[in-house]
């Protein structure tokens, strides 16, 4: 049973900055695929960013030169640092296992329970 563990969330103002962090523990694999969806109010959840088990990443087009999705070293430890926040980037950010497949991150069922970002206008 795979658990993710997601930290770093809170509020910030519109121009800041904030670091997410997600442990996955419990993988058949040593390293995985993994990647950053977020769900804001009253929409569906969507991909922010994803890093293959080999380091190749990809990411949403309106977070591309704000926010860098990188791992720790081989392990399944993944962070999300975001620069220069917008309030529509507001929402709960999930932290997911997936696969990589022909140069895009799919997901899958592992998700951990979310931390909450906030910016203010």
């Known amino acids: 049973q795979v658990e993710l563990v997601e930290s770093g969330g809170g509020l910030v103002q519109a121009g800041g900055s904030l670091r997410l962090s997600c442990i996955a523990d419990g993988s058949i694999y040593s390293i995985n695929s993994m990647g950053w969806y977020r769900q804001a109010p009253g929409k569906q959840r969507e991909l922010v960013a994803g890093?293959?088990?080999?380091?190749?990443?990809t990411y949403r087009d309106s977070v591309k030169g704000r926010f860098t999705i990188s791992r720790e070293g081989t392990k399944n430890i993944i962070y999300l640092q975001m620069n220069g926040l917008k309030p529509e980037d507001t929402a709960v950010y999930y932290c997911?296992?997936?696969?990589?497949?022909?140069?895009?991150?799919?997901?899958?069922?592992?998700w951990g329970k979310g931390t909450l970002v906030t910016v203010s206008s």
């Open positions: 890093i293959s088990d080999k380091g190749a990443t």
């Open positions: 997911n296992e997936g696969v990589w497949y022909e140069g895009s991150y799919i997901g899958t069922e592992y």
